[in-house]
């Protein structure tokens, strides 16, 4: 089943940001993973606050070759210039086929 990465960042410091958003691509090909989205604009349509953050959302084959994505060290490295731009979150989510259960807990 599928996985996604949900990344959501403040930029503080675009110029070292971008030399992340440089490196990125090539890391994330290794492992056969694309971007669904990479910093388009975000529309909040029910609640607040208003999303002012960058999304990214990644998607990998699964949760294994995700996460063997984000430790790689090239890209462990790369993502040094991240932290040092920004303050945000990256979670995981795998895709197990549950989209059709109404029980919010499960």
Request: net charge neutral; charged share 25%; glycine share 6%.
């Amino acid at each position: 089943m599928p996985a996604y990465f949900i990344c959501t960042m403040t930029v503080h410091d675009p110029e070292t940001y971008r030399k992340y958003t440089a490196l990125t691509p090539a890391t994330l090909a290794r492992y056969g993973g694309k971007f669904l989205t990479r910093g388009d604009p975000v529309e909040t349509v029910e609640g607040s606050p208003e999303f002012t953050e960058r999304m990214v959302i990644l998607e990998f084959a699964d949760k294994t070759t995700a996460l063997a994505w984000y430790n790689d060290a090239d890209y462990q490295s790369a993502s040094a210039f991240r932290r040092l731009a920004s303050k945000g979150r990256m979670c995981l989510q795998a895709g197990d086929g549950n989209t059709v259960n109404p029980d919010p807990k499960v």
